[in-house]
């Protein structure tokens, strides 16, 4: 059975599903018809922690979103760009496998930002039945999902949570809801 988080709550996804190996982070959102459509982008920072405990890019490719679709060893992967949030079920799903991740990385964190929002003057306040769901990508079983509609508001970019590896080598995730007014430029200026 899949659990339900609130803003700052996690889950030790070690524990909960003990043979988890290869994760599906799926984002989904719907557009009312009154609205032009939003083009929203999922984005993964994949993270060590620098000598002040902050987490930072392993390397420039270790930024994953449209354009630059996976990691250099495949460990993350995006699944491509939906422009407009149409249809059922996910509408952008990053892959993470586990066992593949350099053993100096610690965080995953997640973000998702409107394309030129500004310029349209669109923010997530427009959005309808948004979430993030983690899922056994081998049995296809939702380990957690986190609602981000009580999250969204003015804010033009949403760091939506984080997958940590703690000090035990465990898998966690945290679900964070932060959001900002700033575009993807910005976040990863502050993840290098």
Not at 119 to 128: E, K, N
């Amino acid at each position: 059975m899949a659990i339900n988080l609130e803003k700052g709550g996690s889950i030790n996804l070690s524990k909960q599903d003990a043979g988890l190996r290869r994760i599906r982070v799926g984002l989904g959102w719907e557009v009312p018809t009154s609205v032009p459509p939003l083009d929203l982008d999922v984005s993964a920072f994949v993270c060590r922690l620098n000598a002040q405990n902050e987490p930072k890019l392993v390397s420039e490719q270790h930024f994953v979103f449209y354009n630059n679709k996976s990691t250099p060893n495949g460990a993350v992967a995006h699944s491509g760009d939906n422009r407009t949030g149409v249809g059922d079920g996910d509408d952008e799903t990053l892959q993470v496998d586990l066992s593949r991740l350099e053993a100096d990385v610690r965080e995953i964190s997640f973000v998702v930002t409107i394309h030129d929002a500004i310029a349209r003057r669109q923010s997530f306040g427009l959005l309808r039945s948004a979430y993030i769901r983690l899922y056994n990508e081998e049995t296809g079983a939702v380990v957690c999902e986190y609602d981000l509609d009580a999250e969204l508001g003015s804010e033009t970019a949403l760091q939506i949570g984080s997958i940590i590896r703690n000090a035990s080598g465990q898998f966690e995730f945290h679900a964070i809801g932060a959001g900002y007014n700033l575009d993807l430029g910005a976040f990863v200026q502050g993840y290098l």
